[in-house]
């Protein structure tokens, strides 16, 4: 099994840079940032099926379409909020899970990189058809032909996302991977998305529920006309229904999940989720089948349900992607460290003969293996002198030492110094020791 995974699996090396935080705060900010994403891009997607779905139905009768114009109001506000909030989860994926990502951006290339430009069409479609919902009253044809292209861009978007993000989790596939169509393949694509559009229509019939159930929302034409309580009981409906139809699609997708992502820890929590579902299922079904009812209570247990129900789901996800990455960054982790032993023992090799070698203190060895390509006693080379260049840290061997790991910018009229974060403390030493005890000359 492990051999097999080691024929057709790409492992780099990585990219040894320290993080610029501690790594579990970058795992707190990426998943709590990404729900946070999610949660508008949920209902910007269900918003916009939502809105088409009720101006069709306002071509028969009218009140429906003044409610889809309101709707149409929240898709392009949510959208923006989606997009500034996208940004913190996709630093942080950046940089914790950096050739991961990269590997399947490179792998799924042109569709990925498409996102770009589907993305600029699709928000100008919403405003396009928002800003001309009077101009086009006439042709309706026309109307929601426009809509339907950002509904469908809607979908596309985040599929396209979806399958790379996927596509990471699965280096042993890399190897067989030719494009988007085949990242298509692999077992979990269809049932993770449409788990995540129901989920959309879920989260926005409970958002539109709480949105025009409030006090504050006034449009004659739709509260006289169709009335609150008829449309927060539509809206809880979809809560229903959606919710219901992930006690098909959740499993689907649980069973799909290649088996090397799935723990103990992962079940529980979607097992902790599901009772969270099913709680939801009970209280809507208690309170939908009564014919006169009061919204307040149910709308907040509703909404706390959820966000535990959410919070679960978001941690599952980030526990099965730890688990099914786990070998592969065993792997990489050795990989990484026999590529800097190759290095060391290359430059040991070459350049400094033996002969010498024997002679030359530690400190010395370490600055001819990895200064001195750079740096002469008194003469200028990539770097300043040393005569210069060690003047400065006369009494400071740990600015010398921090400098070295890590260095600054300072000369204008020189390139910048590259850092040595892969030498150990006590080669930090020996090399700091060498260069201010030397004399260098002037
Ligand atoms: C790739 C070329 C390169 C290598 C390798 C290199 N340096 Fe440098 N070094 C530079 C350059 C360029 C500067 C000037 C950078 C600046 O002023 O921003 C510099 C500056 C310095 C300085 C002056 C720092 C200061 O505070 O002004 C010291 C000391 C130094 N290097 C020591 C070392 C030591 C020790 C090593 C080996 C571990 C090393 N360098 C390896 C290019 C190099």
Redesign the pocket.
């Known amino acids: 099994m492990m051999y097999n995974l080691l024929i057709q699996m790409p492992v780099p090396k990585d990219i040894p840079l320290p993080l610029p935080m501690p790594e579990w705060i970058l795992v707190v900010i990426l998943i709590f940032s990404f729900l946070l994403h999610i949660l508008f891009i949920n209902l910007m997607m269900g918003g916009s099926i939502l809105t088409f779905w009720y101006e069709l139905k306002g071509i028969k009768e009218k009140k429906y379409d003044t409610f889809a114009l309101e709707i149409a109001k929240t898709v392009t506000v949510n959208k923006s909020l989606a997009v500034v909030l996208g940004v913190a989860p996709l630093l942080s994926i950046n940089v914790l899970y950096t050739i991961y990502f990269y590997s399947a951006n490179a792998l799924t290339g042109n569709m990925w990189i498409s996102i770009v430009p589907w993305v600029a069409a699709a928000f100008l479609i919403v405003y396009l058809h928002k800003y001309t919902w009077d101009k086009l009253s006439s042709n309706k044809a026309l109307h929601l032909s426009i809509l339907a292209i950002g509904v469908l861009s809607f979908l596309l978007i985040p599929f396209i996302f979806l399958t790379n993000i996927n596509l990471m989790l699965f280096p042993e596939e890399w190897g067989n991977v030719k494009g988007f169509t085949e990242a298509l393949t692999l077992p979990n694509v269809f049932p993770r998305y449409f788990h995540f559009i129901t989920a959309s229509l879920a989260i926005t019939g409970l958002f539109l529920a709480v949105y025009f159930g409030r006090k504050g929302f006034r449009n004659e034409g739709v509260v006289n006309e169709i009335g609150k309580p008829v449309i927060v009981r539509n809206m809880l409906n979809i809560v229903f229904a959606a919710t219901l139809l992930q006690f098909i699609i959740g499993p689907l997708l649980f069973i799909t999940l290649p088996g090397k992502g799935v723990s103990w820890g992962l079940f529980w929590v979607i097992l902790a989720g599901v009772a969270v579902a099913v709680f939801i299922l009970i209280i809507l079904w208690k309170y939908l089948g009564q014919a006169e009812f009061i919204t307040g209570k149910i709308v907040n247990k509703l909404i706390i349900a959820f966000t535990v129900l959410f919070i679960c789901m978001g941690t599952g996800r980030h526990i099965y992607r730890e688990n099914a990455l786990k070998t592969h960054k065993q792997m990489m982790a050795e990989r990484t460290k026999m590529h800097w032993e190759m290095v060391a023992k290359a430059h040991e090799g070459l350049l400094i003969p033996e002969e010498i070698k024997a002679e030359l203190s530690p400190g010395e060895q370490?600055?001819q293996n990895?200064?001195?390509?750079?740096?002469a006693a008194t003469t200028r080379?990539?770097?300043?002198s040393?005569a210069?260049?060690?003047q400065?840290?006369q009494n400071d061997i740990e600015?010398?030492k921090s400098?070295?790991k890590k260095?600054?910018?300072?000369?204008?009229d020189?390139?910048?110094?590259?850092g040595?974060p892969q030498?150990s403390n006590e080669q930090l030493n020996d090399?700091?020791t060498f260069?201010v005890n030397k004399e260098w000359g002037n």
């Open positions: 370490l600055f990895n200064c001195a390509v750079c740096h080379l990539v770097g300043p040393m210069e260049a060690s400065i840290y600015g010398l400098w070295i260095p600054g910018r300072k000369r204008m020189y390139p910048a110094m590259t040595f030498l090399i700091a260069v």
